[in-house]
């Protein structure tokens, strides 16, 4: 037998059942362990009370369930709901009598606006990571 006849064993057949393996078993671990420990994002529920703009026409203190400050995490979400009878603005979200609006928070930082509910006007939400 010459050398030239000589063929070396080739390791495809381990090769393939290695990936295999990653495919099957390892990319799977790692996706579950990503999920569970990422943080569940909050939603912060608020919602202006129906006869709001009424009472503060007539001067009537307004119990005011929307805070002036509030620091959250990013992927966080703020949420008001106007049961008022009267349009309202909180931060960004300006909504109409019945209205729901919903704000998620992707980037980290300070974001400022106004509210036309009760006796404040300025609103300062801090995301955090």
């Given at each position: 037998?010459?050398?030239?006849?000589?063929?070396?064993?080739?390791?495809?057949?381990?090769?393939?059942?290695?990936?295999?393996?990653?495919?099957?078993?390892?990319?799977?671990?790692?996706?579950?362990?990503?999920?569970?420990?990422?943080?569940?994002?909050?939603?912060?529920?608020?919602?202006?009370?129906?006869?709001?703009q009424?009472?503060?026409?007539?001067?009537?203190?307004?119990?005011?369930?929307?805070?002036?400050?509030?620091?959250?995490?990013?992927?966080?979400?703020?949420?008001?709901?106007?049961?008022?009878?009267?349009?309202?603005?909180?931060?960004?979200?300006?909504?109409?009598?019945?209205?729901?609006g919903?704000?998620?928070?992707?980037?980290?930082?300070?974001?400022?606006?106004t509210?036309?509910?009760?006796?404040?006007?300025?609103?300062?939400?801090?995301?955090?990571?």
């Open positions: 037998m010459s050398d030239e006849e000589i063929v070396a064993p080739t390791k495809s057949g381990n090769a393939g059942m290695m990936t295999a393996i990653l495919l099957v078993v390892i990319i799977p671990l790692i996706v579950l362990f990503v999920v569970l420990i990422r943080p569940n994002p909050t939603t912060y529920r608020f919602t202006i009370a129906k006869g709001t009424a009472a503060t026409e007539t001067g009537e203190a307004v119990a005011n369930p929307l805070p002036t400050k509030l620091t959250i995490k990013v992927g966080d979400s703020v949420e008001v709901t106007n049961n008022d009878i009267a349009p309202h603005t909180y931060t960004f979200l300006v909504l109409r009598p019945g209205e729901t919903r704000y998620t928070f992707h980037n980290k930082g300070v974001f400022t606006g509210c036309t509910v009760g006796d404040h006007k300025d609103v300062s939400i801090t995301v955090i990571e």
